[in-house]
């Protein structure tokens, strides 16, 4: 087994192996988790006591995960010195390990370290951020058919304006950068401006088209849609959706069809077996998601785009607090907590663990214990109905008892049939 610095491998246990696009997973895989910041501590023991309840009673004691700690964030400066956020270890093991999960880790706004979630996903290539987006029943929503949502967003997520690539006003890099683009391009850009690039490639763009496609066609979707700013960013943006739908021709020519091809071949009637591949201008599609969510199922979008555009629809189902997400390259999985750190509640034993705990439903579907992930949704819908739940729903549902982040995930336990 291999050996870490800081990091202790379970005795027990064994690696998940790749076989292909095929994971190779045995009865007590070994599972890396980073607890995370803030309130990452109170969720991930609430995710963890629910998860491994949920694997225990689904197969009657005969799996088990073994959980392995691995570090980012404040608790890595800790255990691995001054500065050290992301240590090499950590990205060794999930390399290794192939699947993990983490809470939320700090990320300043302005100056000082860059995202360490950015940082994840760029160091181990997991250019797919997906989110799943759908209701629970009984969940306050400030909209008025929250249930008509049902949407899973593929975002990609290695490129965009994440990369990084960015000038400070005043710096001598950044007056190179605009003097180059106003004498040699004979741009026009003011003196003092912020300087950012936006990197949109058709190697990512179809990667990620293609994996939002799979998907559709795995789990029987009849649409995929696009989501670009193309009118404006007709480069970028723009190139993404012409990639898109090259990519869909393709590689998925037999079972695709346009929405000109649904109106011109088959008079607006989908055929049985084709999967309709559309696209929308990013702001137009909020509304759309407002107003017409049931034409929506898969939604594939460059990175700005999905960051925005899958905290709104979150929003529509109750927020982030019910909000899982993953991100997925070929074969490593890592998912997460979709929300922030929320410092000024960190060790209260306050907030709401859904969002850890629906990612771990979702890393369950993709180890392939299934079984086991929709008992804790079925457990959570119970749990939900009776009201049962912490602060945040608490305060918009009447009738309610709130209860504290542990117990929520003991009721949800206790509802396991």
């Known amino acids: 087994m291999l050996k870490y610095k800081n990091i202790s491998v ?3 246990g064994e690696k998940i192996e790749v076989d292909g696009a095929n994971l190779i997973v045995g009865d007590s895989p070994i599972i890396p988790f980073i607890e995370g910041d803030g309130i990452g501590p109170d969720i991930w023991k609430a995710a963890q006591f629910v998860l491994d309840n949920a694997v225990k009673k689904t197969y009657n004691n005969k799996r088990k995960i073994e959980w392995m700690e691995i570090y980012a964030g404040d608790k890595a400066v800790r255990v691995y010195g001054k500065n050290q956020w992301l240590p090499n270890e950590t990205i060794d093991a999930i390399k ?3 699947v993990a999960i ?3 880790l700090t990320t300043p706004i302005s100056g000082g370290i860059r995202s360490l979630n950015v940082a994840l996903r760029q160091k181990l290539d997991l250019f797919a951020s997906v989110r799943p987006i759908r209701y ?11 249930q008509d949502l049902n949407v899973i967003i593929f975002r990609e997520n290695t490129e965009d304006l994440y990369t990084g690539i ?12 605009l003097n180059f683009l106003n004498y ?3 741009k026009n850009i003011r003196d003092g401006s912020g300087i950012g690039i936006k990197l949109i490639s058709e190697f990512g ?10 998907y559709a066609i795995d789990n029987d979707k009849k649409s995929v849609t696009l989501v670009h700013k193309g009118n404006i960013m007709k480069y970028t943006e723009g190139a993404f959706r012409d990639w898109g739908y090259k990519a869909a021709k393709k590689f998925f020519g037999d079972i695709t069809i346009t929405e000109d091809d649904l109106r011109d071949k088959y008079k607006g009637v989908l055929p049985i077996g084709k999967i309709l591949i559309k696209d929308r201008i990013a702001d137009n599609m909020f509304q759309q998601l407002m107003l017409r969510p049931t034409e929506y199922e898969v939604i594939a979008t ?7 555009l899958s905290d709104a629809c979150a929003a529509q189902v109750g927020g982030l607090g019910f909000a899982p997400g993953a991100n997925l390259s070929y074969s490593i999985g890592l998912f997460e907590a979709t929300h922030g750190t929320a410092p000024k509640y960190a060790d209260k034993d306050k907030v709401n663990p859904g969002s850890l705990i629906l990612s771990g439903v979702m890393m369950l579907e993709y180890l392939g214990w299934k079984e086991a992930a929709k008992e804790i949704e079925k457990a959570i819908k119970r749990t939900i109905k009776a009201k049962t739940v912490t602060y945040d729903f608490a305060r918009q549902m009447s009738g309610s008892k709130e209860v504290k982040c542990s117990v929520f995930a003991k009721e949800i336990v206790k509802n396991m049939k």
Request: overall charge positive; proline content about 12%.
């Open 205 to 214: 763009s179809t990667r990620l088209v293609q994996k939002a496609i799979e």
């Open 166 to 177: 960015e000038f400070k006003s005043g710096t001598k890099d950044n007056n190179k950068v």
């Open 136 to 146: 629970f029943t009984g969940v306050p929503s400030p909209v008025k058919r929250p």
């Open 10 to 12: 379970p005795d027990k």
């Open 184 to 186: 040699e391009f004979k």
């Open 102 to 104: 983490k809470g939320p």
């Open 96 to 98: 290794n390990f192939t």
């Open 302 to 308: 460059p990175n700005l785009n999905g960051d925005y």
